[in-house]
Structure formats: structure tokens, C-alpha cells
């Protein structure tokens, strides 16, 4: 098991006295997560440190997904994301859930089955029901349903979708289905929808408004809304961002930042210049300034915190130094402002 012996905790975690950190500085205001992967905490010492010293929240990036948490259809596989339950646990983190349904990473035994409605239908409420009790008490929030919308604002083919039989009726069928079976398995736990390229407004932005609103006046059990905050230079909405996210406040839901990084061009080996870098930290700190703004924002989550664990450069050629860190595990301009800004806010609490 990969966790932190507790004295290394309290070391990592440190007095008063000591540096702050960005849980010490956030601490009171809003949680401070990010995406987290098991293998990594157990092969890189620098990055299950880091880790534990500087997040109160993680969310396991893949290992709650269907494709890795269910690899057959009598068999859930629950091993890597409760070994990440047992290191925030350790370490006094929170873990937010992620994710029950998404159009993505449905494994190959589902998405190339012959299913009737009714199968899926049942294989939705068993898989959903299943996850949630499993972690009752350990997983404080989940993301129930992830990028449902299309950037229209037309709702996205998928296995769910497609099939009436998942659905409860209306025009959010499978999604609303799936907080009120989300609810069921574990009132207690706080239900997010999450999506992304919304945060500026428009079509979508106005669609998961719509659903929000629609949930709320029918009583559906959702409780907020995950803006996942993937930008590029210069892409932020900063003039819209506050006023977006104060959109679904007004409704009485929360708003968690769930996935923010900020992608960089980069050479050959992976740096960005030191030009970017500092309007990189000026990027962040315009999303942490927002979400502070905002009564009902109540925590900033990074997708990755260290250049060299980033899932950008996969995805992105020529592309990467998304994080707070560096490829050495230093901390970066944006970090250095995000700190002053969570302790800025700290103090005039």
C-alpha cells in the first residue's frame, strides 16, 4: 500500500510557522484538489509528496470510469480507486467521484453488446447503485453524468442516450435518471453535472442552464455543476467567467472548478518560455479570482498539478507545461500566484 506514514503527514503538512501551502492557504474558503493516478504516487516519491502536502481534494483521473472499474459485466474491479480512497483518507483529503456515466471510456463488453432496453436499463441502475455504495462515506461528491451536451447544445449520441429504455422520460431522461438513482445509493453525497467549453457562455452553456433550472423546479437531486476549466494562452473568459458560474449559484447549486490547466506551446522537450509562463500564471489566477468571487464556488480542482505527470502532452502535440509544477516538481509563476490569492483570501475571512 502506497499511503504516507502518518509523521510524514504532519511533517509534509507543517505548523503555522512553516511555508504555506495551497490546503494551508485554501483551508476555510474553498477546497483545493486535483486529478490523481495510483501508479504515479507509487512509483514517484516527489509526486505522492507533493501531493499530500499541497491538495485537500483528489478525484482518481480514470479509475472510477467504467472501463477500468467494471472489465466485465458481473465484475467491478474496485482495487486502484479504493487505493486512492486509502491515501486521501491517510492524508486528510477529500475525494470527489469521477465518473458514473460518460460517453467515453464505456467498456468493450458494453459498447459492443447486443442489449435490449431493458438490459441496459438494469445494467445503468446496477452499475450506478453498485459504485455509490461502495463508496458511501469515502466519496463526498460525484460527477453523475459527464459531457452530455454537444457545444449546440444538443445533447451527445451515446450508448445511454440512444436507448429509451435507460431514460425516465422528458428531455434529460438517462441524466436525470441517474441523480435520482445516485441519490438513493448515498443521499449524503453532493451530485455534480460536469462539462467543459461552457464557461464563456453560449449554446451549451445555455442548455445545462436550462437543465439546472429544470431540475431544480421538479426537485431532481442535483446539487451542482462542475466547470472543468480546460484553456489554452489566452483562451480564459474572464469578463463571462463570474457571471457564468453565479448563473447556477443563483439557482442555490454549487460550482466546483473540476479540471482547470492551462496548455502551453512547448519545445522539444517539453518547456514553455518564460513569457508564457507568466501570462499562464496570469490565466490561472484570473479562474481563482472568479470561483473566490463567487459565494457558491466552493472548490478549485487542477487536472494533473506536475508537467511531468500531464496528460496534455498525449493528447496535444507540441503542446504541454499545463500544470502548477514544473517537470522537476517545482513550483511555477501560476503557482506562486494561486498561493497569494488563496492566502489573500484567507485572510480577509
Not at 40 to 62: C, H, K, M, V, W
Not at 81 to 86: K, Q
Not at 149 to 165: A, E
Not at 225 to 238: E, K, R
Amino acid at each position: 500500500m502506497f499511503v504516507l506514514p502518518i509523521a510524514a503527514v504532519v511533517c509534509l503538512l507543517g505548523t503555522s510557522s512553516e511555508a504555506a501551502t495551497l490546503r494551508s492557504a485554501a483551508h476555510g474558503r474553498v477546497h483545493i484538489g486535483t486529478a490523481a493516478k495510483p501508479g504515479f504516487i507509487s512509483e514517484d516519491g516527489r509526486y505522492a509528496t507533493t501531493l499530500a502536502r499541497e491538495f485537500d481534494q483528489l478525484e482518481p483521473e480514470n479509475e472510477m470510469k467504467w472501463s477500468l472499474l467494471r472489465p466485465a459485466r458481473d465484475r467491478f474491479d474496485f482495487a486502484a480507486a479504493d487505493e486512492l480512497v486509502r491515501f486521501a483518507k491517510q492524508n486528510g483529503m477529500l475525494v470527489r467521484g469521477h465518473t458514473l456515466l460518460w460517453y467515453q471510456a464505456v467498456p468493450k463488453w458494453l459498447g459492443e453488446g447486443q442489449w435490449t432496453w431493458n438490459d441496459l436499463s438494469q445494467l445503468m441502475a446496477n452499475h450506478i447503485q453498485t459504485v455509490v455504495r461502495h463508496f458511501a462515506g469515502s466519496v463526498y461528491a460525484w460527477d453523475v453524468v459527464n459531457e452530455a451536451f454537444h457545444p449546440d447544445g444538443s445533447l451527445r449520441s451515446s450508448i445511454w442516450y440512444d436507448s429509451p429504455g435507460t431514460g425516465v422520460g422528458g428531455p434529460y431522461g438517462y441524466i436525470e435518471r441517474a441523480f435520482v438513482l445516485a441519490h438513493a445509493a448515498d443521499p449524503r453525497a453532493k451530485l455534480f453535472y460536469n462539462d467543459y467549453a461552457f464557461e464563456g457562455g453560449g449554446p451549451k452553456f445555455e442548455a445545462i442552464l436550462a437543465m439546472a433550472r429544470d431540475f431544480k423546479k421538479r426537485g431532481v437531486p442535483i446539487n451542482g455543476i462542475g466547470f472543468q476549466c480546460h484553456f489554452t494562452l489566452n483562451s480564459i473568459p474572464a469578463a463571462t467567467l463570474q457571471k457564468n458560474m453565479r448563473a447556477f449559484t443563483d439557482l442555490g447549486l454549487e460550482v466546483h472548478i473540476t479540471e482547470l490547466d492551462v496548455r502551453l506551446p512547448v519545445d522539444g522537450t517539453g518547456h514553455a518560455t518564460p513569457q508564457d509562463l507568466e501570462r499562464q500564471a496570469q490565466m490561472y489566477g484570473e479562474v481563482v479570482r472568479a470561483c473566490l468571487a463567487v459565494r457558491g464556488c466552493s472548490a478549485i480542482q487542477v487536472w494533473g498539478f506536475s508537467d511531468a505527470r500531464s496528460w496534455i502532452p498525449r493528447f496535444f502535440s507540441g503542446q504541454g507545461a499545463g500544470t502548477l509544477f514544473d517537470q522537476e516538481f517545482r513550483p511555477k509563476p501560476a503557482y506562486r500566484l494561486v498561493l497569494d490569492l488563496l492566502t489573500g483570501a484567507a485572510a480577509a475571512r
